[in-house]
């Protein structure tokens, strides 16, 4: 069973606003921090966002801070991220991942559990 289900991806205009919501499947996920990855064609998984378990303390990459928005439904277990101005360089597929850590956690090999992705694609 995949533990994590990411949903709302699809096709936006440039400036456009998507809202990606990841849901906690079979297991529940408060205190864990959660995170946000993507991957476009050719390119490493690279980190988005992150949001702690313990604290509403959130972190963002430079390429996106200011127009990405992480937060999280402990009631629902659910994270969700807000996608405002978007541009093509925002192509890819999102990933939502939990991770045991306090600390940080920024790249991948910190989270210990994935979901498959949704695939968000940013028309010019």
């Known amino acids: 069973q995949v533990p994590l289900v990411e949903s709302g991806g699809g096709l936006v205009q440039a400036g456009g606003s998507l809202r990606l919501s990841c849901a906690g499947s079979g297991r529940r996920f408060s205190g864990y921090g959660m995170g946000w990855f993507r991957q476009a064609p050719g390119k490493e998984r690279e980190f988005v966002a992150a949001?702690?378990?313990?604290?509403?303390?959130?972190y963002y990459a430079d390429s996106v801070k200011g127009r990405f928005t992480i937060s999280r439904d402990d009631a629902k277990n659910g994270v969700y991220l807000q996608m405002d101005s978007l541009n093509t360089e925002d192509t890819a597929v999102y990933s939502c991942a939990a991770t045991r850590l306090v600390i940080p956690a920024l790249v991948p090999s910190d989270y210990d559990f994935w979901g498959l992705g949704t695939q968000v694609t940013v028309a010019s």
């Open positions: 949001i702690k378990g313990t604290s509403p303390t959130t």
